[in-house]
């Protein structure tokens, strides 16, 4: 296999700085509602705060992940399209 070949190193989206108007997010601690979840988008894991958007159940929700205090806090349950819409804001940085 040449260099040419080679599959590039992956890096996931990276978390826009927080704008200075941005809207606040309830994080949560996990619960165990479903057995199987589902991450259907993640941030990229070469930063400290990692975020999953994550289904269950008919419903969705946002994962915040921070490896360096090895915490894990979630948004509340919702309608999965409303997931999605904050996982975009805490990507742009409208929301954190």
Not at 5 to 28: F, I, K, N, S, T
Not at 60 to 66: A, E, I, L, N, Q
Not at 83 to 96: C, D, N, P, Q, Y
């Amino acid at each position: 296999m040449s260099a040419s070949d080679e599959v590039p190193d992956y890096h996931g989206w990276h978390v826009q700085p927080p704008r200075p108007d941005h809207a606040l997010v309830a994080w949560y601690e996990p619960h165990r509602r479903a057995p199987h979840i589902r991450v259907s988008a993640h941030t990229c894991g070469c930063q400290v705060t990692v975020y999953e958007l994550c289904a269950a159940g008919g419903q969705g929700f946002v994962r915040r992940t921070d490896r360096e205090t090895k915490t894990v806090h979630e948004t509340a349950w919702m309608a999965t399209a409303a997931a999605r819409r904050i996982f975009e804001l805490i990507l742009s940085g409208r929301t954190a």
